[in-house]
C-alpha cells in the first residue's frame, strides 16, 4: 500500500468540476475557509481532537486529527482513536429521525505528512450497500479541491461483531500534505448554498427565456426556487383570445346604433294650446319623414359600402409543459448535478435546446428539500419527514415544499391551454448500477404503452442508462412519492417517472463490445441530464418541425 495510491486513488474516477457553476471540493465546502458566517448544526463535530488515551488538548502534536463537521451539508457526530493508526466514527442520524444514518461529510486537518490511518464508519444504517461492490468514499483537498475516489482496494464493507453487530465502512488513507485540509464525502457535496450562487449566475445572464421565482419557503425558511425556461412568447401561459376592446371573445356581442333624439313644440306661448297642438303635430310628421329620409339615404351608403373587415380571433395554442424536481432526499446529490445538466443544456445555443425552449415550456424545481440539505441530512426534511411519501395529502406546517408544487402541478393540470406532458423528479440510488427509470402500471395498455416510450428513447441518448433497471411497479412501499401520486391525480396524458442515477457507477459496452464499469463523476452525471433533456426533443418529435411554423 503506497502512499500515493491510498491518498489519491489514480485508478478511480476523477471529480472534475464541469459547467457552469461546476462544484468543487474543500476549496469552497470546507466549513470556515469561504466567506460564510460561521455556522452551528447540533450534533455536529466542531474541531473535535481525537487524542490517544491519557491525552489532553495540551500535549497536542502534529498527526494528532482534528475533525470538523460543523458547516453546510456536513455530517459526522463522533470521532474516536482506537490506536495509532485507527479511529472510530459516528454519523449523525437525520434531524428528528434517527432512523437514517447514511450521508456523511467531514474535514482533517492537523495531519503529519505521511501519516497512514485506518477511518471506521461504525453505525450504518444500511444493510446493502454499493460500497461492497466497488464503491468508495470521496476525498480532496485544499490544494487539490476536486473530488476523487479512494481507491476500492482499501475500502470494506461489513457486519462487525466488534461493534454490535453493525454495519462498518473502512477505508484506509495516507496523508501527503502536512498543509492541507482533507475532505471526505459519500458523494459528491451539492449545498443549498451552491445552488443559489449557481442560479445567481444564470440571473445574470438575463437570458429572456429564463426565468426564477420563489415558490414558496421551507420550515426554516430557505428558498424554495421555480424555474422556467422557454421562449420569451411562452414566458406567460395563454389565456382565452379578447376582441380589440378587451372583453372575452365568447361574450363579445355586435354594437347596436339609434336614431338620434329630436326635440319639437318647445317654447310655446300661454293661450295657443289648439293651434300649438295641430302645429306640433305638423312639426312632428315633417320631423319623421326628414328623419325616415335620413336614415334610409345612410342604409343605401352602408348598402353600397364595401363590409368591414374584422380579423379573426386567433386561437390559443395549448403549451406543453415539462415539469422537472430534484433533491427531495438530501442526501442524493447526485440529482442536483443531473438537475444542472438539464438547465445548463436548456439555457445554451444548441439547436436543439432552442427548439426545445420555442415549443416547450419546463418548470423545474431544482432543490424540494433545502433544509434537510443544508443540515446534512441524507433522507429526510428538518422535522424528520421522508418528504417522498408524503405527497397525497400535504402538510403546510410540515412539508410546505410540497404543497407549493402540489397546487400548482393541479393548477396546470387544470388549465385547459396546458398539455402538463410530464412530471420527472430525480433521485439517486445507493444499491444500483447505472441510470434508469422507475414509472407506474395501468389496466390501460395504451396508456401503459405511451409510458415506455420515454425510457426506450433515453436510452438510444444515453450509454449509462439501463432499460434491464427500468421498471413499472405499483408497489405498496412507494405509495405517497411524487411518481405514484401524481400517476394518479393528474391526467392520463401526463407521464410521470422517478428518475435514478447510481451513487457509483454505470456499466456499458466499449467500442470493442467489451464491458466496463466506469464510476461517475460530477460531468457525467450532468451529461445525464443534457441527455435526458435531449430525449424529450425526440418524444415530441421537434427535429420534424425544423422548417414549419409551429
Known amino acids: 500500500m503506497t502512499s500515493r495510491a491510498v491518498s489519491w486513488g489514480l485508478n478511480g474516477g476523477n471529480g472534475g468540476g464541469g459547467g457552469l457553476g461546476g462544484a468543487t471540493g474543500a476549496r469552497n465546502q470546507s466549513g470556515g475557509s469561504g466567506d460564510e458566517p460561521q455556522i452551528v448544526i447540533p450534533g455536529n463535530l466542531l474541531d473535535e481532537v481525537a487524542l490517544p488515551p491519557g491525552c489532553d488538548s495540551r500535549s497536542l502534536k502534529k498527526g494528532h486529527l482534528i475533525f470538523n463537521s460543523n458547516f453546510e451539508s456536513g455530517n459526522l457526530a463522533q ?14 442520524p437525520d434531524t428528528c429521525n434517527p432512523k437514517y444514518r447514511v450521508w456523511f461529510y467531514f474535514t482533517v486537518r492537523n495531519v503529519r505528512k505521511g501519516q497512514r490511518v485506518v477511518f471506521n464508519i461504525i453505525n450504518y444504517s444500511k444493510t446493502k450497500s454499493l460500497f461492497r461492490h466497488g464503491m468508495s468514499p470521496l476525498v480532496s483537498s485544499t490544494s ?36 492541507d485540509v482533507f475532505c471526505f464525502s459519500y458523494s459528491f457535496p451539492y449545498s443549498y448554498t451552491h445552488l443559489q450562487r449557481y442560479l445567481d449566475i444564470l440571473e445574470a445572464q438575463k437570458y429572456p427565456f429564463f426565468r426564477r421565482e420563489v415558490l414558496g419557503r421551507t420550515v426554516q425558511q430557505r428558498n424554495l426556487d421555480l ?53 306640433s303635430r305638423r312639426a312632428a310628421a315633417a320631423a319623421a319623414a326628414e328623419a325616415a329620409a335620413e336614415d ?12 368591414e373587415v374584422v380579423p379573426p380571433i386567433p386561437k390559443p395554442r395549448k403549451q406543453k409543459v415539462v415539469f422537472i424536481t430534484a433533491r427531495v432526499h438530501p442526501g442524493e446529490s447526485p440529482a442536483s448535478f443531473v438537475c444542472q445538466g438539464v438547465i ?111 425510457p426506450q428513447l433515453l436510452g438510444k441518448n444515453a450509454k449509462d442508462f439501463s432499460m434491464a433497471n427500468t421498471s413499472f411497479n405499483q408497489d405498496k412501499v412507494k405509495e405517497g412519492t411524487g411518481r405514484r401520486t401524481f400517476g394518479e391525480f393528474l391526467d392520463a396524458r401526463c407521464n410521470c417517472y422517478t428518475l435514478e442515477v447510481s451513487f457509483f457507477s454505470y456499466q456499458h459496452n466499449t467500442l470493442d463490445g467489451v464491458a466496463k464499469v466506469s464510476p461517475y463523476a460530477e460531468q457525467d452525471y450532468m451529461k445525464l441530464g443534457k441527455n435526458v433533456a435531449k430525449t424529450f426533443c425526440d418524444f415530441f418529435r421537434l427535429h420534424d418541425l425544423k422548417e414549419s411554423p409551429f
Open 227 to 279: 424555474l422556467t425556461i422557454t421562449a420569451p412568447e411562452n414566458m406567460e401561459l395563454p389565456r382565452e383570445a379578447t376582441t380589440p376592446n378587451g372583453r372575452p371573445a365568447s361574450t363579445a356581442k355586435p354594437a347596436t346604433t339609434s336614431s338620434p333624439t329630436r326635440a319639437g313644440g318647445a317654447g310655446l306661448a300661454p293661450g295657443s294650446r289648439g293651434s300649438s297642438r295641430r302645429s
Open 344 to 454: 445548463d443544456f436548456l439555457v445554451s445555443e444548441h439547436p436543439d435546446a432552442k427548439l426545445l425552449r420555442k415549443h416547450t415550456v419546463f418548470k423545474i424545481i431544482p432543490m424540494l428539500n433545502p433544509d434537510g440539505v443544508y443540515l446534512g441530512n441524507y433522507r429526510c426534511s428538518f422535522l424528520g419527514y421522508d418528504l417522498n411519501r408524503h405527497w397525497q395529502v400535504p402538510s403546510m406546517w410540515a412539508h410546505p415544499t410540497l404543497v407549493c408544487v402540489k397546487n400548482l402541478l393541479l393548477d396546470l393540470n387544470r388549465d385547459p391551454l396546458v398539455d402538463l406532458e410530464f412530471f420527472l423528479d430525480i433521485h439517486a440510488h445507493s444499491t444500483l448500477m447505472n441510470g434508469f427509470i422507475y414509472g407506474n402500471t395501468f389496466e390501460d395498455v395504451e396508456r401503459l404503452r405511451q409510458q415506455a416510450i420515454f
Open 144 to 179: 487539490r479541491p476536486h473530488w476523487e475516489r479512494i481507491p476500492s482496494k482499501n475500502v470494506f464493507y461489513y457486519r462487525s461483531a466488534r461493534h454490535k453487530k453493525s454495519y462498518v465502512l473502512s477505508f484506509l488513507f495516507a496523508f501527503d500534505r502536512e498543509e
Open 296 to 307: 334610409g339615404a345612410a342604409a343605401a351608403a352602408a348598402a353600397a359600402a364595401p363590409p
Open 79 to 92: 470521532a474516536e482513536m482506537v490506536n495509532d493508526f485507527e479511529y472510530d466514527l459516528s454519523i449523525r
